[in-house]
């Protein structure tokens, strides 16, 4: 005689839910607490710092353990930069409220942008997260420096006629910060000029050479600055920043 037998009814709407990744508001919201704690450690840090415009001289720091890298060709991080204005507001446009926009990487930036209150639309928090989303927060929680940028004044290049400009400078003051002891261990300011040597190119009768030299202007104080930052990092802390 066969044994028994008895069927067992799986419900199937169950099924989909096995395995169901997380949505990428959730795991924002999982990372959260720490990203926002992470933030106001570094705001603790500046506020305690010089007044804006009185950092004259360099501070170094030598023998730092791990090295500060932040390279973005190799995707080694040790180090991260930030400008203090997103720092403080991660989803303000630099550009657009008239500001100096060094459009630093956004190791830290954007994962403080997507926990910040409407970082992220409706739609985009109930979706599905990719694999790499959550280590998007991880490797911002694990830098142990962070290099804050700080503009102290910024003129904006204007173009006067086709081989003249005004303004196109920028100072600024840069800290590294050493997240886990929360503090600064290298600081040092930047003077940033647009090239004088002016040299660009236009469409005759399709491109407004103003607007052209203006933008060759802000170009060359953007790399100005970035490439000072990346020199004086080197210089006062053993730091390797490579841009992309």
Known sequence: MRPATRSVLV??????????????????????????????GLQKVMAAQPA???????????????????????QTYTMDLVQVEQL???????????????????????PLRDVA?????????????????PVTFERALALPYVAVVRTVAYEAPVAVNEKEFTGGRAR???????????????????EARSSTNVSYEYREGKDDPLERLKAFAHS??????????????????????VYD
């Open 11 to 40: 419900p199937l709407l169950a099924l989909p839910l096995l395995g169901c990744p997380p949505s990428f508001g959730e795991v924002a919201d999982k990372h959260a607490p720490r990203m926002t704690a992470l933030q106001a």
């Open 52 to 74: 804006p415009g009185t950092l004259s001289a360099a501070t170094a720091a030598t023998g730092l353990d791990p090295a500060p890298v932040h390279d973005e060709k190799e």
């Open 88 to 110: 403080d507001d991660p989803k303000l446009d630099l550009r657009m409220a008239g500001k100096l926009d060094l459009l630093l990487p956004e190791v830290i930036l954007q």
């Open 117 to 133: 209150p409407e970082g992220m639309s409706e739609s985009d928090r109930k979706r599905a997260a990719n694999d790499y989303y």
């Open 172 to 190: 600024l003051e840069v800290f590294l910060i050493d997240v886990r002891a929360g503090a600064v261990k290298a600081s040092f300011p930047v």
């Open 220 to 241: 060359t104080l953007w790399s100005s600055a970035r490439d000072q930052i990346a020199e004086g990092l080197r210089q006062h802390a053993g730091a390797t920043v």
